[in-house]
């Protein structure tokens, strides 16, 4: 078993940045690849940003590409998203993923989840 707790979250106005932070406990490994998803008020869960076990390669979505940045320090089993230039549209609450070795977008194939984070983007 893996346990992700998420933090960082909060109300912060449009153009402005936070930062999320998720560290991982238990059965940690570095085969384990980490992405962050978002899920608003009555909508589905969507992909945000992925990166590999080794911290190599990432891979984001669209709506996110240029503003958000994901990394990793295996050391201290943590994943970070640095989330800059925020829009209200960014409003959700942000959970934490893993799963063993490739980083995909799609949340059904994660196999461990935090309790997310909220984050509320004013305009």
């Known amino acids: 078993q893996v346990q992700l707790v998420e933090s960082g979250g909060g109300l912060v106005q449009a153009g402005g940045s936070l930062r999320l932070s998720c560290v991982a406990s238990g059965r940690t490994s570095n085969s384990y690849a980490m992405g962050w998803f978002r899920q608003a008020p009555g909508k589905e869960r969507e992909f945000v940003a992925g990166?590999?076990?080794?911290?190599?390669?990432?891979i984001y979505a669209d709506s996110v590409k240029g503003r958000f940045t994901i990394s990793r320090n295996n050391a201290k089993n943590t994943v970070s998203l640095q989330m800059n230039s925020l829009k209200p549209e960014d409003t959700a609450v942000y959970y934490c993923?893993?799963?063993?070795?490739?980083?995909?977008?799609?949340?059904?194939?994660?196999?461990?989840w935090g309790q997310g984070t909220q984050v509320t983007v004013s305009s």
């Open positions: 993923a893993s799963r063993l070795f490739r980083v995909v977008p799609d949340s059904a194939a994660y196999d461990y």
């Open positions: 990166v590999t076990w080794s911290g190599g390669s990432t």
